[in-house]
């Protein structure tokens, strides 16, 4: 039987809670949205969480919330998932990238001060597979500059502890419940903010620039439908319930592969914190195409780096990226997901350690 990369399941109580909401009509963003973006908010220890239709949608939001437009740069790091860069673009930004860390691949916080001209006006720290960039350093250094800070924590949610989770430390943080998440609505996402201002700007746009869509005459900004739905908040918040687990899980299958490949000679791990929960577990090896090929023989699904952005001709380049590109060329995610039976996680190190 194959074993795939990511496993992460929805049972009979997500059935039910999305049951309930359709018999209650409780349909398009209502009651549960609201009860979802409160419990999400009170997790992170944040004044305010808005739901929206996925993570893409979410980093939109808060690039549209603080009001990028043409002319503006925004710097985002070269080895992410690229719905990070898209949002700026899409507002007629330049999106200038910034290489990672050596060690870790988030972004470089010196590196970014080198790249900040007049013309900046964000930088989007990401926090790649539950590991922290260094926002709260990075916010630090651009006291009084005007300069945004916007975490992408959509691979984050969770990472962290209580009062210190992925994203508090920003301007404004976006999150993700995709499938490859640690807790899914299928689609979903959402931001969070202290910021009163911030969040008066970010509701009004997702509901067509409106505070009351039943006033006929309330047309405050253009804006657009960024609506997430009630049906998806109810299995959310199931989801929201099995935190601990899921965290638990990850943390588990991460610490099997750490310590079975310990005393690896050609696989090495990525310094990772006590509480950081990396979603994926990934590994660095040489010959990251062959390692790929013998594993999926052995009908075990590994997934690739993704490509560095500056692979895409429509994003700038103003420096070197040879950290970026060394994760991309030896990075490799193994089977994981909250979900993944330990024996899948078992049979994985096996072929690894057969490969020594
Ligand atoms: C770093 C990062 N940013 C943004 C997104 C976009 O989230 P979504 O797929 O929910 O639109 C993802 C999703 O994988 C992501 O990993």
Known sequence: ?????????????????????????????????????????????????????NGSSAVLLAMMGIGIKPGDEVIIPDFTFIATGHAPKLLGADVILADVKEDIPVLDIEKVLELITPKTKAIIPVHLNGRRAETKRLKEALKDTGIYVVDDACQAFASGKKGDYAGCDADIACYSFAVTKIMTTGQGGFVTTDEDELYLRMKRLKMQGMDNIFESNDYQLAGFNLKYTDILASIGLVQLGKIPEKVKNSKRHYGLYKKALEESKNIRMIPTKEDEIVYTPDILVKDSKRIREYLEDKMIQVRPAGACLHRANYFIQRSKYKNAEFFERHLLYMPGGPDQPEKNIQTAIGELLALE
């Open 1 to 53: 039987m194959k074993i795939s990369a990511w496993n992460i399941s929805l049972g009979e109580d997500e059935a039910r809670a999305a049951y309930e909401s359709v018999m209650n009509r409780n349909l398009s963003e209502g009651i549960k949205v609201k009860e979802l973006e409160e419990r999400l908010a009170s997790f992170l220890g944040k004044k305010y969480a808005i739901c929206v239709p």
